[in-house]
């Protein structure tokens, strides 16, 4: 017998049919609106954050209860000396063992803002603890939420231009070692898989792209 003539599948779109596009454009940002918080209880409390037990209302209208890590926020300093080369200059890399990963870490000079502190005044507080390094030029680069699934910190990331170096006094539990790294090196790092650290990933990566979108005009 001779085979049956294949029917055709009338659900699914012929090669040269035309898919639907959605005109209609997705927000680049929030709506604006704010969840109504019923109750909030602190369950735990140490020198870093404090951790919320929230019961809330979303904006969608869903009751939910969420557990939250709520501390002053961060700051991140991308440090630059670009005095021979602003196509490459050189980045201000920091080297410190970090408990949580079990392992050393590459990361961008960072920290905590203290009660009161200024994102600016915090940035540059850190960078001179950290590394002893001033910067004449300070100029906001992203600001963003590594993990917002259960973390409300925010992370302000700075460019700092001009450097002078100076002497670091680190905190007493603080053991770091830095130094200078071009930043096209840094980027090999990162495709090597040899920075894990999300601040610093964000951070240099983004000031790349931006550095080849501005040789481009």
């Not at 699914?12 to 454009?25: D, E, L, M, T």
């Not at 071009?182 to 999300?198: N, R, T, Y």
Request: proline fraction near 6%; hydrophobic fraction near 35%; charged fraction near 35%.
């Amino acid at each position: 017998m001779p085979p049956k003539p294949k029917v055709a599948d009338k659900s699914a779109p012929s090669p040269k049919s035309k898919v639907r596009k959605n005109k209609k454009k997705m927000p680049l940002t929030g709506s604006g609106k704010k969840a109504e918080l019923l109750s909030s209880k602190v369950v735990f409390e140490c020198k870093l954050f404090k951790v919320r037990h929230d019961t809330l209302i979303e904006p969608g209208g869903k009751q939910a209860e969420r557990d939250v890590i709520r501390h002053n926020g961060s700051v991140v300093i991308l440090a630059l000396d670009n005095s021979k080369s602003k196509k490459d200059p050189w980045v201000v890399i920091e080297r410190q063992y970090r408990h949580a990963a079990n392992q050393y870490l590459w990361e961008l000079p960072a920290g905590k803002l203290d009660e009161g502190e200024t994102p600016l005044e915090g940035a540059k507080r850190e960078l001179e603890e950290e590394t002893g390094y001033r910067a004449r030029k300070w100029k906001p680069l992203v600001e963003y939420y590594a993990s917002p699934g259960f973390l409300g910190e925010s992370m302000l990331v700075f460019v700092a231009e001009g450097l002078v170096a100076g002497d670091a006094h680190p905190e007493e539990d603080e053991q770091i070692e830095f130094r200078l790294v071009k930043l096209s090196e840094l980027v090999k790092m990162a495709e090597k898989k040899e920075i894990l650290d999300g601040k610093t990933l964000t951070s240099i990566l983004l000031y790349k792209r931006l550095l080849g979108r501005k040789r481009k005009k």
